[in-house]
């Protein structure tokens, strides 16, 4: 057995050689490409975008706005939820990217379209005259909202979110929102968010997790999750074949409920949980 490699161009390479003599589990995901006895296993931000767009559906929302970071993860992102949501029959209505030190106000308005009620608000004073006043208004045609931002950007663009009149359109965002420890002063800003996590954060925590922390500093931090991962690799390997032998079996892992589907991905599901009183809470 062999487990790696850890790099996503090392991945890509190994697979472009083809077929594998020996089993070998990956911890990184090349998108559409497989080989045999190549176990693909990491943490895509696309599986957790699928998901979003996946609940946005089910709960209702038809249409979608979607604002992500700049960046090549907040490419597939908007990528993996675009083309989900529309496979289900969702209309994105529209995607916008900021950097982290964008100005989230004058993103925000763009992806509300409020500059277009400004144009409007401004064309009628001109017909009308100085003494007609206005309010200006959000597009009204969103039902909800995509967001792939890290904490520090969350904690301002949900505000604005708020303060430009979509404070009541449903928020669903991925994993990467949650520093991985409570922050209930910090994270008020992001109540009512809807997002992803693995169980490694949002649940108590297993005995291989308590045994770790007591070794590693860094294990409830964000980047925790690549503990997750390796407890995860290990296992898995045991069951492999069986797992690639009936997609519907799973695995309760650290970084999710794992099963193996007919490219030899390993499929994560994860959990839901919603900010309150700015702490994550779990949603059954």
Known sequence: MIIGPLEKQLVSDLVTLGNAPIPTLTLNVVADSA??????????IEDEAIQAARRAWNDGQRTALVMTLESEWGKRATAAFTEEFSALGGLVLDTIEYANR?????????LLAINESE???????????????TEDRRRQDVDAIFLGALPQAARQIKPTLAFFYAGNIPVYATSNIYSGRPNPISDQDLNNILFTGSPWLLRPPSDNHI???QQGKNTDSRFGRLYA????????????NQLAASPSARINGETG???IQHNNHVQRELDWAVF?????????
């Open 35 to 44: 080989a045999a006895n190549i176990y693909q296993f990491g943490l895509a």
């Open 102 to 110: 964008d100005d989230y106000s004058a993103k925000v308005t763009d």
């Open 119 to 133: 144009e409007r608000s401004n064309l009628l004073r001109q017909i009308i005259g100085p003494g007609f006043e």
């Open 211 to 213: 045994r770790l922390a």
């Open 229 to 240: 991962l390796g407890l995860d690799a290990y296992q898995l390997y045991p069951y492999l």
């Open 257 to 259: 409920s794992l099963s």
């Open 276 to 284: 309150q009183d700015g702490q994550p809470q779990l949603i059954p």
